[in-house]
């Protein structure tokens, strides 16, 4: 036997639907404020740590520049800064710190050139005030020898 509900039946059930459904509204909101500082917070986390990343890379390979520049025969120390300079700011990382040793005017053939470069990741950051990384220094270093008939 088939049983048929009357018109006040489905009334009642929806009614009933109703009410639980009005019961949860904002359900929603409340999850996305627990849940929405937490998502921020990677978010603005990843960009930061990926424009370090990309910011390390760049001092490595000025660095790099630098210490090809130093090994020359005619290379000076304001030359390596100069060219570790352009390199770096040609790419947006402005205020590089370059450090070149031994002077290039007089090392010898065979000799270790060191050129490191430096910046404080706050000027380099593409937040107003970095969160996770602001007083962190990033440091890159290269070493070649020096070229000469010596």
Known sequence: MIQTRNQND??????????????????AAVEFAIIAPVFFLLVIGSVELGRAMMVQQILTNAS????????????????????????????????????????PTTASAGDQMTVTVSVPFQYVSWLSSPWFLGNATLTASSV????GFE
């Open 10 to 27: 489905i009334g009642s059930l929806v009614s009933k639907n109703r009410r639980r459904i009005s019961k949860r509204n904002g359900v």
């Open 64 to 103: 790099r520049v630098g210490a090809r520049n130093a090994t020359m025969l005619n290379a000076t120390e304001q030359g390596v800064i100069d060219s570790v300079n352009n390199y770096a700011s040609s790419v947006s990382v402005p205020s590089t710190t370059v450090v070149v040793s031994p002077e």
């Open 144 to 147: 070649m020898s020096k070229e």
